[in-house]
């Protein structure tokens, strides 16, 4: 092999190990959670953290004391440190007095700076079926502001608790 082909392939080595070696810092970097459909499939056998009676303070209209809400945590979930790690999913199964559905809802934690003031958690109506719900113009309900900002600026109260009410 000639001298200088022998330079050639060690300096693509390099090269090449160089593009792989900032791809992984990339994502050491990169901490963050989208979710999609599949992120709730099954969510009523995550872990059920707390069963509640009663008017579902986020609606204020689905009946009496015998409505009911489920909180499910996906792998009973825990702050550390005071703040949920990335990729943390909450679910909450909200039915009315009749036992009829009334919504559900869910927050994930996306992380990567997504909504500094809210702390970096995803807002989400949810199909019966765990599908993220469509408007009527068929937009996602989703995102830090859903239903212009009503999600988060009432959970806002619970901003000590990195914006959980139920853990
Ligand atoms: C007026 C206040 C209020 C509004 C508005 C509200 N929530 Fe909540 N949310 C609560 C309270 C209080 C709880 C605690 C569980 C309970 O008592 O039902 C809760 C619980 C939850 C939970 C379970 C985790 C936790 O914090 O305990 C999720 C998920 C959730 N809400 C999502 C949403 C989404 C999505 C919206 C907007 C579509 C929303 N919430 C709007 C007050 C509110």
């Known amino acids: 092999m000639k001298k200088t082909t022998i ?3 060690l300096l693509l080595a390099f090269a090449t190990q160089t593009v792989f070696q ?10 963050e959670f989208v979710a999609d459909d599949s992120s709730f499939s099954g969510f009523d056998l995550f872990h059920l953290h707390a069963t509640k009676q009663g008017i579902d303070p986020a609606m204020h209209s689905n009946g009496d004391s015998t409505a009911q809400r489920k909180i499910y945590f996906k792998d009973d979930v825990s702050p550390s440190n005071g703040r949920y790690p990335v990729g943390a999913i ?18 994930v934690k996306r992380g990567n700076n997504f909504d500094t003031d809210g702390g970096d958690w995803e807002y989400f109506m949810l199909q019966p079926d765990g599908k993220i719900a469509k408007d009527p113009s068929g937009n996602l309900m989703r995102g830090a502001k859903l239903m212009d900002g009503m999600c988060q600026n009432c959970h806002t109260g619970a901003a000590n608790k990195d914006y959980i009410f139920s853990k």
Not at 92 to 104: M, P
């Open 22 to 31: 900032s791809c992984t810092d990339d994502n050491d970097e990169i901490n």
């Open 7 to 9: 330079i050639t392939l």
């Open 90 to 107: 909450v679910v909450k199964h909200s039915t009315n007095s009749d036992g009829s559905l009334n919504q559900i809802t869910a927050m």
